[in-house]
């Protein structure tokens, strides 16, 4: 199987930045997408940066001009850079990865990680 494992959230001030980590392990032949969503109180989760096999991204507009995602795809790793960090930021962030764990055929699985909490305080 495969664990995605975040770090890096925490308690910062509006217009501070942040950064978090994703670490994806296991029975990992390739991963095809990986990234963000959040899930604030009271709310759906939601897209917030994704990356693509070819360095493609999404971003949701509520996070464009601030965010920006990155991956190490030797590490099996992705990143959420964070900043001008706002309150309506405030969620837990959850690690996303779209991966192939077979090699004997191209299917892929959706893994998600437990999430780590972003507060931004006014």
């Known amino acids: 199987q495969v664990q995605l494992v975040e770090s890096g959230g925490g308690l910062v001030q509006a217009g501070e930045s942040l950064r978090v980590s994703c670490a994806a392990s296991g029975s990992i032949v390739s991963i095809n997408g990986m990234g963000w969503y959040r899930q604030a109180t009271g709310k759906q989760r939601e897209l917030v940066a994704v990356?693509?096999?070819?360095?493609?991204?999404n971003y949701a507009d509520s996070v464009k001009g601030r965010f920006t995602i990155s991956r190490d795809n030797v590490k099996n790793m992705v990143y959420l850079q964070m900043n001008s960090l706002k309150p309506e930021d405030t969620a837990v962030y959850y690690c996303?990865?779209?991966?192939?764990?077979?090699?004997?055929?191209?299917?892929?699985?959706?893994?998600w990680g437990q999430g780590t909490q972003v507060t931004v305080s006014s």
């Open positions: 996303y990865a779209d991966v192939r764990i077979s090699a004997w055929n191209l299917k892929s699985y959706e893994y």
């Open positions: 990356s693509r096999r070819g360095g493609f991204t």
